[in-house]
């Protein structure tokens, strides 16, 4: 390398004595360029440049023919002269700029953040679908034994092999277990007298047992359940001991046919049977998968059987042995399938894959088992009812998930066999309790910042009582407040966990990764939220602090003005607010914001044209309260209709009637508006008496109740005069009207009115005064039968 080093070096210092002899030289100089220019002039007129190779081949290698017609060139003065206008004439040529690329619209910045948790997020489903369908292929070789079965199908001899072994299999057994059934004739006497001898003290129930406490030199001062459990415990194991000769021996016993059968399987196989390799080992891995079957049920038998060890209830005892003997003739027989069949030919992938599957089937059963079990289990985890505290939370917790727990340590058991994984069951353990630790630190720091939390938002009764609305406000954003900070606690707490479990989650975080940039987002969007929150918070306490000062202070048509204007002041506040917070929290998730105000802008032109009556509406509503023509509670007769005005909107005004039915009307239908609530009402007065009447005594009557009446207290507040009589208004042959009014309130209008022709009417009866009635009375004479009689006589007479 040194040596190339160095010959590079001298060759570069050869090129610059080169350049420096020659180039430099102003006689040799233009020459050097014609020539140059002649020999790229046929690449110019190509279509397109050659290789790379090709062209520095070509400039290498010069023909005579291109000498000669540069020699011909500059030996001609007229040739040199339009060479050299042409080369002037390319490098003047303008350069030609490339057509600038159509950039279409895109929602999301190339180096935004929303743009860059999109290329995470891909990338990190792409890698765990890559490591999801290496495992698959690591755990399912089953292609293997697909092949092998079609290929022991169709191999004549492996017929003649599988015949073979399958008459020396059954000769095997069949001798096997005619010595097998002999040897347990022989042993179901023995086991039937230790069953008998069993004693009766270990055989009674633990609750029966009087088992006297051992010695001791301190005084017992236990309570009584403390005494009774520690006693029963006593009790069972006691009994225990005093089972366990017996059961063992009956272990013995029960074990006795199966070495018989293996002894004789053995033996067997010591013959012509097994000279063959292959079938002797076929059948000695048949011979132990039963025997080891047989001596694992008979050890569950000894341990939790009716004559077991451990004594336990009759349905759990065979609860026990049904499990047990399913899970031992799945687990054993699928093991010694596999064997069989890797002897036969089967590939080392496909055995692997066979065996997976068979502790795959068998941990699944264990998982059918905790879940059909997690009730009792949970029952004897919980804590006694009325027990408190720490210890007590704790244990109703785990009650309530331990058959996750469970399943998910099963299934985690399994996939560390099953992968093969290095120090597997150490990293499981550390996982295990690096994930208990987590869950309980996390826990604890909630619980700790939520009470710290709690206490904060308590209000004194100072602070309560200058703002009385402050309470409903804060439990309004508590439960937000809690929620927040959970997640925010879970958060670091899914970190942290993903620390324990190998992933190195921290370096997301650091400058410039894509967790420092979300965290800066959430923070950023966090404090316009809370500043929007605080805003909206004080506007409306300011408002209704208003509206409370002034009806406080009387002035109670400028509090019910400024509480008509709130809602309308208020959603356009909520408008604005989210707006802001929601353009702010796109921008900082790298949405392009312009595209969307420009689409608002051209949506609310297109919505301003086609809907022209909504837009009338804002504006004759915006009007109508600007002038303070209604308010709430005003008693209004507007398009025909009246009521008690109960809201009113930024586009609607809500009355109710007096039957009690809504109306809804919109501004834009409301053309003339009759508002009896403007602070005076006057009662009319118009009274119709006969014409016989005198109407000043009337007029007096009138004037007395009015002054009755305003001296009641009743009334008194509604009533701003006396009555102002205007006099006889008609007069005509049947009656004379008097009429006149009552100044009164706007709220006293019609109370006073009605009261007033209530006493009217009863003050005439008393003065006997006739009120005229309503229609025309028409009297008519009837005459008699004589004065017909009578008025006839003349006229015949005359006629």
Known sequence: ????????????????????????????????????????????????????????????????????????????????????????????????????????????????????????????????????????????HYRAFYWWFLRTAQDPSAY?????????????????????????????????????????????????????????????????????????GLARAWQSLVRLPFVLGRLLLELLPVLV????????????IGDLPTPRLVILAVVNAYALSRVLICVVGGLAGPFGLFRVRAETAVYIEIWARRIVAVGVSGIAFANVALLLGLHRAGYAALLRLVMLVVHLFIVVIILQCRRPVADAIRAPAGREGAAARVRNRVAGLWHYLAIALDLALWAVWALNIRNGYALLLQYFVGTIAVALIVRLATMLVLSLIDRGFRISPDLLHRFPGLETRANRYLPLLRNIISAAIAFIGLVA?????????????????????????????????????????????????????LSRDGHYVRAARLRTFQPMLRTA????????????????????????????????????????????????????????????????????????????????????????????????????????????????????????????????????????????????????GDLELWGVDKVDGSMASIVGQIRCTDAGRWPVQREFNRRMKRRFQERGIEIAPGGQTILMQVPTSAEIASDAMPRRAAG
Request: proline share 4%; with cysteine.
């Open 497 to 549: 966990l993903l620390e324990v479990w190998g992933v190195d989650a921290i370096v997301w975080f650091y400058g410039g990764q894509i967790g420092s940039r979300l965290l800066s987002a959430v923070v950023t969007i966090g404090i316009a939220a809370l500043a929007a929150a605080a805003i909206w918070e004080i506007s409306n306490a300011l408002m209704d602090r208003k509206i409370s000062a």
């Open 160 to 232: 003649h092999q599988l015949f073979d072994i399958a008459w020396k299999l059954a000769l095997v057994f069949l001798c096997a277990f005619a010595a097998e059934w002999l040897a347990f004739r022989l042993i179901k006497r023995p086991v039937a007298l230790l069953e008998a001898r069993l004693p009766q003290a270990a055989r009674a129930p633990a609750q029966t047992l009087a088992v006297a406490d051992p010695p001791s030199s301190v005084a017992d001062v236990t309570a009584a359940p403390e005494l009774q459990r520690r006693r029963l």
């Open 261 to 272: 059968f293996l002894g004789i399987a053995t033996m067997l196989l010591g013959t012509e």
């Open 573 to 720: 506040l909520l408008c604005l607010i989210v707006t802001v917070v929601g353009l702010t929290a796109l921008s900082e998730i790298g949405v392009n914001v312009a595209p969307l105000l420009a689409g608002a802008g051209i949506v609310g032109i297109a919505i301003g044209f086609g809907s022209q009556k909504l837009v009338q509406d804002l504006i004759t509503g915006l009007f109508l309260l600007l002038e303070n023509t209604v308010q709430v509670g005003d008693n209004v007769t507007l398009s025909g209709l009246s009521g008690v005005v109960e809201n009113v909107s930024i586009r609607t005004l809500r009355l109710r009637a007096g039957d009690g039915s809504v109306h809804i009307v919109p501004f834009s239908a409301v053309t003339t508006i009759t508002n009896s609530s403007r602070g005076a009402g006057n009662a009319a007065v118009s009274v119709n008496v006969s014409y016989k009447e005198d109407t000043d005594r009337a007029g007096e009557i009138l004037k007395d109740i009015v002054a009755e009446m305003r001296n009641e207290p009743e009334y008194r507040h509604l009533i701003r």
């Open 1 to 140: 390398m040194t040596q190339a080093r160095r010959r590079g070096r001298s060759g570069f210092a050869v090129g610059r004595i080169f350049f420096k002899e020659v180039f430099v030289s102003h006689k040799l100089l233009p020459s050097i360029l014609l020539v140059c220019a002649l020999l790229s002039l046929p690449a110019f007129a190509q279509p397109a440049a050659p290789p790379a190779s090709s062209v520095a081949d070509k400039a290498g290698a010069l023909t005579p023919e291109q000498a000669k017609r540069a020699l011909e060139t500059l030996s001609d003065d007229k040739k040199r002269a339009e060479m050299i206008e042409t080369l002037r004439a390319v490098a003047n040529a303008p350069q030609q700029q490339a057509a600038p690329e159509n950039k279409s619209a895109v929602p999301l910045e190339a180096d935004s953040l929303g743009a860059q948790l999109l290329l995470m997020v891909s990338e990190q489903v792409r890698e765990i679908s890559r490591e999801v369908a290496d495992i698959a292929r690591t755990l399912t």
